[in-house]
């Protein structure tokens, strides 16, 4: 089978490039190892992803965010960052939108809306249940095999397959890799005390914890923990697990009642030493595998969605050849120019806040009353706040609108 590009991965960003290319009118296939029921209807994650204005901006002009129901974007004015028992917080926002500094929506819920935009495609097919086993790079184009023995050549192949991406590895790309041996457990709560739309986020001593609004008396509850802890904490039933959360988190929310289970992601960053090769790319995750403490892994991936459908979009559209070695690298380059800041500052800030060395300890109290000195806090401080580019009065008012609904 011939295709022009050739998509490994359908999750939120191999879908969203899928949307992206299309409108050139290129042929484009995506493959997944999933079953197709778990690609249109992805169940709860327990993921709920901050979304810049940037990001919303993006989505709509996807044809991603229409599909989205209001009832299901919930509000984030602010961020706020604290210490142990210090009173002192490293704040974010509010943003310049309607004193947003974005909105929260669920990663299952993104990837359906992802899902729907792309299955009404005529010139975008997507196989699921297939995994990709080996890859072959020739001169003038990339051959794929599937664990079924199908073949598949393409002009462009595309790594879009997570942040462990079997692509990357096949094209000998090269990555910086940190296991750090704690986990992240996510869950819905209901709690009793307004969170008043601020997302907080507290290191405290072997433990970090966040709570992120969901709206009315809804959160998302966020706790990194090392890797027994997490185990353990999640086989507690649902009561042992809420008077549990209550004492982790001081009783400063209240009652907190769990409203689905915790749902654990073991902790890796990743950042590839390239993103491009012969006739490939990569995207999402794949390229740059985030922390999610800053909330930034999809954030990045969409904008590695818009580097690289800017360079290549013109040049499919005058019938050229999208693996164009010119285009990929200013790909590589712009993409690289966005991210390297904000992956290095989001590690220091991990690094800062979890080390429980008495040194690090005082570094992190004065760094908290210095904040608006440091340059990690400028940097994310810069890629959450920067407006959407080319936003226009018509935009603007959709996203308010939904903001608005959401909550
Ligand atoms: C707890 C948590 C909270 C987060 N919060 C935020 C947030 O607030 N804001 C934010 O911006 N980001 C956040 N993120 C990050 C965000 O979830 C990811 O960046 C995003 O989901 C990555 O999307 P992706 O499409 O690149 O990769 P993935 O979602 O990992 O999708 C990769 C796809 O590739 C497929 N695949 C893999 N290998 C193969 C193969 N060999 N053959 C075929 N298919 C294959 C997989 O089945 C999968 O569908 C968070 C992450 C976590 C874990």
Redesign the pocket.
């Given at each position: 089978m011939y295709t022009q590009i050739v998509i490994?991965?359908?999750?939120?960003?191999?879908?969203?490039l899928a949307r992206a290319l299309s409108s050139s009118g290129a042929r484009i296939i995506l493959?997944?190892?999933?079953q197709l029921t778990a690609?249109s209807d992805p169940s709860f994650d327990?993921?709920?992803?901050?979304?810049?204005h940037q990001?919303i901006s993006d989505l709509e002009q996807l044809g991603v965010w229409d599909r989205i129901d209001a009832k299901e974007v919930f509000t984030l004015r602010e961020a706020q960052i604290y210490d142990g028992k210090s009173p002192y917080a490293l704040r974010y926002g509010p943003g310049e939108i309607d004193g947003q500094l974005g909105c929260?929506v669920s990663?299952c819920t993104?990837?359906k809306a992802a899902y729907e935009a792309v299955k009404v495609l005529e010139n975008v097919e997507v196989l699921a249940g297939?995994?990709?086993?080996s890859l072959e790079v020739g001169k003038r184009s990339v051959r794929i095999t599937?664990s079924d023995g199908k073949d598949i050549s393409a002009a462009l192949l595309i790594g879009?397959?997570?942040?462990?991406?079997?692509?990357r590895d096949q094209l000998g790309i090269g990555a910086e890799m940190n296991r750090l041996g704690k986990a992240?457990l996510?869950g819905r709560v209901k709690i009793g005390s307004w969170h008043d739309d601020i997302a907080t986020e507290w290191f405290d001593h072997g433990q970090t914890l966040a709570l992120?609004p969901l709206g009315d008396g809804v959160a998302s509850a966020?706790l990194t923990l090392p890797e027994s802890e997490a185990a353990t904490l999640q086989k507690l039933k649902a009561e042992a697990l809420g008077q549990e959360l209550q004492r982790r988190y001081r009783g400063r929310f209240g009652t907190m009642t769990p409203l689905s289970p915790l749902?654990s992601?073991p902790?890796t960053t990743t950042y590839s030493k390239r993103f491009v090769a012969h006739r490939a790319a990569l995207?999402?995750?794949?390229?740059v595998?985030?922390h999610?403490v800053t909330?930034?892994?999809?954030?990045?991936?969409?904008a590695s969605v818009r580097h690289l459908s800017e360079e290549i979009l013109p040049i499919l559209e005058r019938g050229g050849d999208p693996a164009n070695p010119a285009a990929l690298a200013r790909y590589e380059r712009r993409h690289r120019r966005e991210s390297r800041p904000i992956y290095l500052a989001t590690n220091s800030i991990v690094g800062l806040y979890t080390d429980d060395r008495p040194p690090a300890r005082i570094a992190r109290r004065v760094s908290l009353r210095l904040a608006q000195l440091l340059p990690a806090r400028k940097a994310v401080q810069r890629m959450l706040m920067k407006p959407a580019r080319e936003r226009t009065r018509l935009r603007r008012s959709v996203i308010s609108s939904k903001l608005r609904l959401g909550r």
């Open positions: 490994v991965g359908a999750g939120p960003a191999g879908l969203s493959v997944d190892t999933q690609l327990g993921r709920e992803i901050a979304l810049t990001s929260m990663n993104i990837r297939a995994k990709v086993v599937l879009a397959d997570s942040r462990f991406s079997f692509v992240m996510v992120l966020v749902h992601y902790l995207i999402g995750d794949a390229a595998g985030m999610p909330a930034h892994g999809f954030n990045l991936g969409l």
